[in-house]
C-alpha cells in the first residue's frame, strides 16, 4: 500500500505575467517505511513538491494522494489538522521555538497540535528525547544546544506525534560532515523502529548516499527513479 | 489555554527591554487616568457634597415661578398652607426621602446700631434643617452648639458680614424687612454664631428660626418659600425625582396648571458646570489612555509579527490552527495590557495614598484650606482595567490575525 500517491502532478506559479510551471506532471508512488531523496539541481522542483507532499502547498494540477487523502481537496485549515496528524517536518535551519526548552519544543505537537494527555505526552517526548540522545539536554533551550543537537531534538519533534511521514528540506545543509552523518544514521534507526517513511530534498552526497530511493528531479520533470546506496 | 498563555509570556520575556517600554507607556497612562479621576472625583464629590448636604438638598420644591424670581426672594410666591400640606403628603410617600425642610426665604436690613447692610435669610425650623442639610452646623465657625442649631430669637450671620459689621456672637442686631403688603417691621436678634461662606447660591446667606420670620414678616398661618429634601442615597436621586415630578404635577391650580415645580440639586447650583467639565475633562483623559495603549500594543505586536514569521511559519507547518495562532499573539497582548494595568494600579494606589498623608489642602473660590483627599473607587479600577485590557486585545486582534493567516511557506522562507 503505497503512503504517497502523486498522478500526473503538477504546480504553476504566476508570477506577475509570467507563469512558471514548478512541477510538470510527476508521477511516483512511495510506500510506507521508505527511506525516500528527492535530488536535482536548485530550481528543480524538489522543495516544492516537498511543500506539496506535506499539505503546505497545494496542487494545480493532477492528484496527490498522501495516506489515503487527496490532499488537493483539503482546505487550510483540514490541512493545518492534517499536517498536525500524519506529518512531521524537519527542517533545514532546525525551526526550534526559540522560549521553549528541547523538552517543551518536542512536547509542543502533542500539547497545541493533538493535545494528548499530560501522562502520556510526557512519557512520549522522554521516550523520544532518550531515542536521539536529547535526554540530558531535555531543560536546555535551543540556544544553549549545538546545530546537531537542534536538529536531533527536531527530528523528536517530528516524529513525537507517531507520523507516518517525515519531510525533511535539506536536514543536514547547515550540520558539518560527522554531524550531518548521525542525523541521517538517527533518522534511519526512527525508520527502522517505528516505521516512519522519510522523505528528504537534497544535495548533500551523504544523505545520497542513505537513502533506499532516490528520485532525480529536473525542471519540474521526474528524470529517474533510482535504488540509492542503502538498499533494504 | 494556560500553555498559550505560557509560551505568550516567555516571549514577552523574550523582548524584556521592548515589553517594559510598552506595559511602563501603559502603567503611566492608567496611573495619570487614575490619579486624575481620583483627585478630580474627590474634588467634584466633596464639592456637591458640600452644596447639597450644608445648603441645597438634594432636591427642592417651590411655588411654578419662584425659582425664576428667585434673586428677588418674593414673598408672594409662597406655598400656602394647603399646598404645603400636599407636597408633606406626597413626601410622606416616599420612603427614600431621608428628611424635608421647609424655609422662607428672605430679604432684610441688618443693623448693628451704628451701620446698615442687606442680608439674605433662610429661615428654617432648626431640627428639619439640621436633618436636611447636616453640614450645616460645621459651617458655624463661631458659636457653635453641640445641641441645637439655633434657639428663637438668633441669628446665624455669614461671616463676611460679621466681619464688615464688626458683629460677633451674643451681640444684639436688628433686621428690618417688608412683608408681601409693602409694610415694614423690625425686630431685634441676638447673634448666635458665625457662618463660614461656601460657593454657590445660598452660600452666603443668613439663618433664623421660621417663627421668627413670620413674626417679622407678619405672616399668620403657613407659608413656605422652598422644601429642601435630602434623600436616603444619593444614587436615588434620578428615580424619586421622576417619580415626585410626575406625583406634583397631577396637582394643579384653578388655570389647570401644575401648582409645584420641582429641581434637583444640578438646576439649583451652577457647579453643576464645573462638575460635567469635570466628567469631560475625564472622557478625553479616558480617550488618551485609549490611544496610548491602541498604538503602543499595536506596534509592539506588529513588530512581534514581524519578527517571528519564520517562527509562525514552522507552528504552521507543525500543524498549529490558525485560531490558535491568533490566540499566541492576541494572549501576548493580553498579558501586555495586563501588566501595564496592574502595575499602574499598584502605582496609582500608592499615589494617592501618599497623597492623603501629606494632606495637601487647596483653595475653591472663597473657600481656603480645603483638604485634597482623593479616593478611588473600585468601580473606577475595574472600569479603566477593563478598558486598558480591553484594547490591548482589541489592538492585537490585526497583527494576530495577519500572523493566523499568513501562508507557512511564505513565512518560512523569510529570514
Known sequence: MSLVTADNLEKTYQIGEITVKAIRGVNFSIEQASFVSFVGPSGSGKSTLLNMIGCLDPPTGGSLHVADQNIARLN?????????EHIGFVFQDFNLIPVLTVFENVEYPLLMVQNWPEQKRKKQVNDLLEAVGMGDQANKYPGQISGGQKQRTAVARALVTNAKLVLADEPTANLDGETASRIINLMKKMRDELDTTFIFSTHDPRVMRNAEIIFTLEDGKLLQKNNGGAHV | MFNIIKIAARNLRRYQRRTILTSALITLGVVAVLLFISVTGSFKDMMVGQITDSMLGHLQIHRRGYLASIDNL????????????????????????????????????????????????????????????????????????????????????????????????????????????GSVNG???????????????????????????????????????????????????????????????????????????????????????????????????????????????????????????????????????????????????????????????IISLISIAAVNAAEITF????????????????????TIGLIVIGISVLASLQPAFKAARMDPITALRHV
Open chain 1, 76 to 84: 487550510r485549515k483540514q490541512a493545518a489538522r492534517f499536517r498536525g
Open chain 2, 74 to 181: 418674593p414673598l408672594d410666591r409662597n406655598l400656602n398652607e394647603r399646598q404645603v400640606a400636599k407636597v408633606k403628603n406626597v413626601l410622606s410617600n416616599v420612603d427614600t426621602v431621608e428628611s424635608f425642610s421647609m424655609r422662607i426665604k428672605l430679604g432684610a436690613m441688618f443693623s448693628n446700631f451704628t451701620e446698615t447692610t442687606n442680608i439674605r435669610l433662610n429661615a428654617v425650623i432648626p431640627e428639619q434643617e439640621v436633618k436636611t442639610v447636616p453640614l450645616l452646623q460645621d459651617r458655624i465657625i463661631e458659636g457653635q452648639k453641640e445641641d441645637v442649631l439655633l434657639q428663637k430669637g438668633e441669628i446665624l450671620i455669614p461671616e463676611l458680614i460679621a466681619k464688615g459689621m464688626k458683629v460677633k456672637v451674643g451681640d444684639s442686631i436688628v433686621l428690618v424687612a417688608n412683608n408681601k403688603d
Open chain 2, 187 to 345: 425686630k431685634t436678634f441676638v447673634v448666635g454664631g458665625v457662618l463660614e461662606g461656601i460657593s454657590g447660591p445660598g452660600g452666603r446667606d443668613g439663618v433664623i428660626h421660621l417663627n421668627d420670620a413670620r413674626e417679622l414678616l407678619r405672616i399668620d398661618g403657613v407659608e413656605i418659600s422652598e422644601i429642601a429634601i435630602r434623600l436616603k442615597s444619593m444614587d436615588d436621586l434620578p428615580p424619586v425625582f421622576s417619580r415626585l415630578k410626575a406625583e406634583l404635577a397631577t396637582i394643579k391650580d384653578k388655570q389647570d396648571k401644575p401648582v409645584f415645580e420641582l429641581h434637583t440639586w444640578e438646576k439649583l447650583t451652577p457647579f453643576y458646570n464645573i462638575a460635567q467639565m469635570i466628567d469631560l475633562m475625564t472622557f478625553f483623559i479616558k480617550v488618551m489612555l485609549v490611544a496610548i495603549v491602541l498604538v503602543s500594543i499595536m506596534n509592539v505586536m506588529i513588530m512581534a509579527v514581524y519578527e517571528r514569521i519564520n517562527e509562525i511559519g514552522t507552528i504552521s507547518a507543525i500543524g498549529t490552527l490558525p485560531g490558535k495562532i491568533m490566540a499566541l499573539f492576541v494572549t501576548e497582548g493580553f498579558l501586555l495590557g495586563v501588566l501595564g494595568t496592574v502595575v499602574g494600579t
Open chain 2, 363 to 382: 483653595n475653591f473660590g472663597r473657600q481656603s484650606d480645603l483638604l485634597l483627599a482623593p479616593v478611588i473607587g473600585q468601580g473606577d479600577v475595574i
